[in-house]
């Protein structure tokens, strides 16, 4: 069965420093995608990226970095001179594509992020 | 661009009332799902439809029914809620029947079952 883990539950850091989100995922499937959401104090779900199982290359969108290495099965986002403003709780998520026609989104439990000024 | 409506945004319940969670969204998606959040529990799947007339259960799908009769609409029904259930709710779409795409989100339920 599909799981995500998410260990940390809670992370702090002062503004600025570079802080990295961990997401191991487990699958028997070879084609699946992994996806990052946010959710900031407002309470919102925000979508950040999605990747498919067959595309390795790491991807950068600003101070946002995502590493996705299928020998380790982990998908971890780092965010590059964090800010206030990146405070909010983060969302790993996994969906299987190969034996079943409809997908169910499986997410972690979620790494609370604080960052302090 | 309403995107996806969630109805009521907050709501009590007596322990065994029963109610409905509306959610409707104008993109035309297809697929649509129920997801609840509890504190350390992240995200959990409750039920999810790829169409009209079609649904299927999450991880978490007992105390739950839903229905898929239009595109637009994926209500959630609690038969007789329990203090179990004290949640915040999301409903969420997404293009295609796969549900490997980003997905959309309400903005919200939060239920207190007394």
């Known amino acids: 069965a599909q799981k995500v883990t998410q260990a940390q539950t809670e992370i702090s850091v002062v503004e600025k420093e570079d802080v990295t989100l961990d997401c191991v995922y487990e699958?028997?499937?070879?084609?699946?995608?992994l996806f990052w959401y946010k959710q900031p104090p407002s309470g919102e779900l925000v979508f950040l990226i999605r990747?498919?199982?067959?595309?390795?290359q790491n991807e950068i969108s600003g101070r946002y970095s995502w590493n996705f290495q299928k020998s380790t099965s982990s998908f971890n986002f780092t965010i590059t001179a964090s800010q206030v403003v990146d405070s909010a709780v983060y969302f790993c998520a996994l969906s299987e594509a190969e034996y079943s026609s409809a997908s169910k989104i499986i997410f972690g439990s979620g790494t609370r992020l604080s960052i302090r000024p | 661009n309403a995107g996806v409506t969630q109805t009521p945004k907050f709501q009590v319940l007596k322990t065994g009332q029963s109610m409905t969670l509306q959610c409707a969204q104008d993109?035309?998606?297809?697929?649509m799902s129920w997801y609840r959040q509890d504190p350390g529990m992240g995200l959990r799947l409750i039920h999810y439809s790829v169409g009209a007339g079609i649904t299927d259960q999450g991880e978490v799908p007992n105390g739950y029914n839903v229905s898929r009769s239009t595109t637009e609409d994926f209500p959630l029904r609690l038969l007789s809620a329990a203090p179990s259930q004290t949640s915040v709710y999301f409903c969420?779409?997404?293009?295609?029947?796969?549900?490997?795409?980003?997905?959309?989100f309400g903005e919200g339920s939060r239920l207190t079952v007394l």
């Open positions: 969420a779409s997404s293009y295609g029947t796969s549900g490997t795409g980003e997905l959309f």
């Open positions: 993109m035309n998606h297809e697929y």
């Open positions: 990747r498919n199982s067959f595309d390795e």
């Open positions: 699958t028997r499937d070879t084609t699946y995608y």
